[in-house]
């Protein structure tokens, strides 16, 4: 059984940076296209960017194209969500979530088996 476990989230002025990462066991990541979502308070869960298995294929929600980047280091069963020049409606909890196969890169929840935990962020002056 495939388990992810997010981290990095934190406290970050507005323009700043963080990168999350989703650290997988039970399972090699390499088999598993990864999704990133995020859901604030009140509002629904958005899917805001993913990768395929091999990394050959991202896609962004309009919302952070041009400011975060999905990538996965396959040696580490790990992937990240870069994130740069942060605005405080980018605050919300962050999740990543994993579907099995090789050309699938999907910002649709339902779409995805196995989700971490959650790791809170918040943009803040």
């Known amino acids: 059984q495939l388990q992810l476990v997010e981290s990095g989230g934190g406290l970050v002025q507005p323009g700043g940076s963080l990168r999350l990462a989703c650290v997988a066991s039970?399972?090699?990541?390499?088999?598993?296209?990864i999704g990133w979502f995020r859901q604030a308070p009140g509002k629904e869960r958005e899917g805001i960017g993913c990768?395929?298995?091999?990394?050959?294929?991202?896609n962004y929600a309009d919302s952070v194209q041009g400011r975060f980047t999905v990538s996965r280091d396959e040696s580490k069963n790990t992937a990240y969500l870069q994130m740069n020049d942060l605005k405080f409606e980018d605050t919300a909890a962050y999740y990543c979530?994993?579907?099995?196969?090789?050309?699938?890169?999907?910002?649709?929840?339902?779409?995805?088996?196995?989700w971490g935990q959650g790791t809170q962020v918040t943009v803040s002056s």
């Open positions: 039970g399972g090699l990541l390499d088999y598993y296209g």
């Open positions: 990768i395929t298995s091999r990394g050959a294929l991202t």
């Open positions: 979530a994993a579907v099995i196969g090789y050309r699938v890169c999907s910002r649709r929840s339902d779409e995805y088996n196995y």
